[in-house]
């Protein structure tokens, strides 16, 4: 079983090395069902890792500018309690 991240600082080294790993991926067609699948899944992981920091910066800047962990947690469709033990040390 593989151990998924938890903190941001461990979801976002995470994406890092996902995409590190599919970037300089180059798939071989003799070894591969679906190549287009592959450049799907290198696309999304991209994807995720920028969609991750945009979010961190997001609630960042909503935190600085005075807003609620429970109004931020409406917003990002969880609790207050959630966002802010995900991403309080990351913004503080």
């Given at each position: 079983?593989?151990?998924?991240?938890?903190?941001?600082?461990?979801?976002?080294?995470?994406?890092?090395?996902?995409?590190?790993?599919?970037?300089?991926?180059?798939?071989?067609?003799?070894?591969?069902?679906?190549?287009?699948?592959?450049?799907?899944?290198?696309?999304?992981?991209?994807?995720?890792?920028?969609a991750e920091r945009?979010?961190?910066?997001?609630?960042?800047?909503?935190?600085?500018?005075?807003?609620?962990?429970?109004?931020?947690?409406?917003?990002?469709?969880?609790?207050?309690?959630?966002?802010?033990?995900?991403?309080?040390?990351?913004v503080a």
């Open positions: 079983m593989i151990n998924m991240p938890r903190t941001v600082e461990e979801i976002l080294a995470h994406a890092d090395e996902l995409v590190a790993r599919f970037e300089s991926y180059e798939p071989d067609p003799a070894n591969e069902i679906n190549i287009d699948s592959v450049h799907a899944l290198r696309d999304a992981v991209v994807e995720q890792s920028n945009h979010l961190l910066e997001a609630i960042k800047r909503a935190r600085d500018s005075g807003m609620t962990w429970a109004s931020i947690g409406t917003f990002v469709g969880t609790s207050g309690e959630a966002v802010r033990q995900r991403y309080g040390r990351r």
